[in-house]
């Protein structure tokens, strides 16, 4: 059974530090790409980072710099370390794997690459 379970939400103040994770069993194929989505109430799903089995990032815009995406291959898990956190980065943070996909900008706008999701993790920022 594939899973991909994110963990490590919760509520915090502007300004704070957060990292989530995304430990990855079941799947068919060893990741070659993973990432992180989010969406907020009433808005759609937006693209925050991937990264490849190279370890080539990209990044939103609006978390360059105070997000990171890493990889741990021993554990299978994904991480998202988050620093200098805003009210507007409050949302529901998902992860999600792919066989294969090309790390550039265009990747974060092209959710359907991802074939595997977790159900999601919530982040709440208050101001």
């Known amino acids: 059974q594939v899973q991909l379970v994110e963990s490590g939400g919760g509520s915090l103040q502007s300004g704070g530090s957060l990292t989530l994770s995304c430990a990855a069993s079941g799947l068919p194929y060893s990741p070659y790409c993973r990432a992180w989505f989010r969406q907020a109430p009433g808005k759609e799903r937006e693209g925050v980072a991937a990264?490849?089995?190279?370890?080539?990032?990209t990044y939103a815009d609006s978390v360059k710099g105070r997000f990171t995406i890493s990889v741990d291959n021993a554990k299978n898990t994904l991480s998202l370390q988050m620093a200098s956190l805003k009210p507007e980065d409050t949302a529901m943070y998902y992860c999600?794997?792919?066989?294969?996909?090309?790390?550039?900008?265009?990747?974060?706008?092209?959710?359907?690459?991802?074939?595997?999701w977790g159900r999601g993790t919530q982040v709440t920022v208050s101001a």
């Open positions: 999600a794997a792919a066989s294969f996909c090309r790390v550039d900008g265009a990747l974060l706008r092209l959710p359907e690459i991802f074939p595997n």
């Open positions: 990264i490849d089995s190279s370890a080539a990032t």
